[in-house]
């Protein structure tokens, strides 16, 4: 899978995909990611990418015509299977999202910033509006990489046991059961004694019931799902 980022603040996007599991997917060859500085196609000598808004108010607005030549800078090279505008009002992101656009090829994903994006280019360019949660960061880039963390680490073969992202929390819309490693007692606290039984059936079943007792009493709305 390929990923381009287009982002006015790159620097903010050097280190999430130098580490772990990322790391791996790029060195793996399964993931490609590349980062674009809207600013190299800044307006002017001042390389002008953002203006206030019409109609007045604070913060500024980035401008159409940067992002339209960056955006289409990539698009004459390759076909995006999704433009992916990173926004607060966008659909809010899910393992079910996530899962779907860990299928795709060619990912574009804009990151805004300032009061953000002029229309024109969502209505013109971007294909998907993703929110990474009900709050307001300064800007896309850390919603892009916890978007990007969240496909790269589903593509197969980057995590070692290939079982282990199946099992994951809200794979099934169910929370994940509680992990032990040793020591077997903590400062008085016992490891279930089931974990210790080498019963794998038990093992599973007592899983499994950890998971519906979390999910219940924890998202109630989740379980919801679940039941349905
Ligand atoms: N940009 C600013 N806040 C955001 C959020 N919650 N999700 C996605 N992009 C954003």
């Known amino acids: 899978m390929r990923i381009d980022i287009i982002s006015a603040v790159p620097e903010l996007l050097e280190s999430p995909f130098r580490h772990s599991i990322l790391k791996r997917a ?105 929110s990474i949660g009900d709050y307001v960061l300064s800007g896309g880039e850390l919603p ?29 819309n169910l929370l994940a059961p509680p992990v032990y490693t040793r020591p077997a007692e903590f400062r008085g606290r016992k490891v279930p004694e089931v974990l210790l039984s080498g019963n794998f059936k038990a093992i599973d079943e007592w899983r499994l019931e950890q998971s519906l007792e979390r999910t219940r009493t924890r998202r109630p709305d989740l379980f919801r799902r679940f039941e349905e």
């Open 144 to 172: 892009a990489a916890v978007l990007v963390d969240a496909i790269g680490r589903l593509l197969p073969g980057v995590l070692n046991d290939e079982t282990s992202a199946l099992l994951d929390s809200f794979q099934d």
């Open 26 to 130: 790029k060195e793996r060859g399964l993931l490609e990611v590349y980062v674009h500085n809207l600013r190299e196609y800044g307006l002017g000598k001042h390389k002008q990418i953002d203006d206030y808004q019409f109609g007045g108010g604070a913060g500024m607005v980035m401008m159409p015509e940067p992002l339209a030549n960056a955006i289409e800078a990539l698009t004459v090279q390759r076909r995006y299977d999704e433009i992916i505008y990173m926004t607060p009002d966008g659909t809010t992101l899910r393992q079910s999202l996530a899962n779907r656009l860990s299928l795709m090829q060619n990912l574009l994903i804009i990151a805004g910033h300032y009061k953000g994006i002029d229309e024109r280019i969502r209505e013109e360019f971007v294909t998907l509006e993703i």
